[in-house]
């Protein structure tokens, strides 16, 4: 019920009103039935722009940190993402993988459409990266058209640390909806999961028109990271001599 209202009444109203998405390949979108859409992901407000142009309602796998928080402001993001249809999942591998692979079917058993980012993670620089095989094994074993989509003009929008969003137009791109049904039976093979994966980064790649950098997004925000701590302890060090 909350989600109803804050999509037609409160949030997606203002949504479309502040940012104007323009959509191409509204047909490529399922009437009915489990479907998965692939996005990328550049931007935190990939995630409400997208359920603003659905008509149908989408839930997506969010990290758990969003739910977990405490205090008065934790209290308020877990609602708010409670309501605009995220699920929490662990992302720290092994069986809270396997959990969260179990939340998503879940949601597909239902008839229900689920966006994924394969990626893992907004990108932390615009380009399209390495996709992670789950989004595969989600496809195989929930028997299940998947459909890219393509965000444009998001990260312009609200980049990654920016606290206020600018208010620009932005768009999405629906592609084909791509069928693996050939793959049935193979669901734990991985080289069929990562030829999976990879042809639906493929999709991506072309729909958005980002530079495809194949390795995970994980990794170049790791070394950044490494990077930033190394400069700050040469820095500690200079200032204490």
Not at 116 to 136: C, Q, V
Not at 145 to 157: H, S
Not at 174 to 198: H, Y
Request: hydrophobic share 40%; aromatic share 10%.
């Amino acid at each position: 019920m909350t989600y109803w209202l804050l999509k037609n009444f409160v949030l997606g109203p203002l949504i479309l009103t502040l940012f104007r998405p323009w959509v191409i390949g509204r047909e490529h979108v399922p009437a009915k039935g489990p479907v998965i859409f692939a996005s990328n992901h550049i931007s935190f407000i990939d995630s409400v722009i997208l359920p603003a142009v659905l008509d149908r309602r989408i839930s997506f796998l969010a990290k758990s940190d969003y739910f977990t928080g405490r205090g008065l402001k934790g209290w308020a993001t877990k609602t708010f993402f409670n309501a605009i249809g995220q699920l929490p999942i662990d992302r720290s591998g092994g069986k809270a993988s396997e959990a969260s692979l179990r939340t998503g079917l879940q949601v597909l058993a239902r008839g229900e459409q689920l966006g994924i980012y394969p990626e893992g993670t907004r990108s932390p620089d615009g380009k399209l990266y390495r996709g992670r095989t789950g989004i595969a094994r989600m496809i195989l074993e929930g028997r299940v058209v998947v459909v890219p989509v393509a965000m444009v003009g998001t990260r312009e929008v609200q980049q990654i640390g920016q606290r206020f969003p600018k208010f620009k137009r932005v768009g999405v791109v629906f592609g084909k909806p791509l069928d693996f049904s050939r793959f049935q039976g193979f669901e734990t093979d991985r080289f069929i999961l990562r030829s999976v994966t990879d042809e639906v980064m493929h999709e991506l790649a072309g729909l958005s028109r980002q530079e495809y950098v194949d390795v995970y997004a994980t990794s170049v925000k790791e070394r950044a990271s490494s990077a930033r701590e190394q400069v700050m302890k040469e820095r500690g060090g200079t200032s204490g001599r």
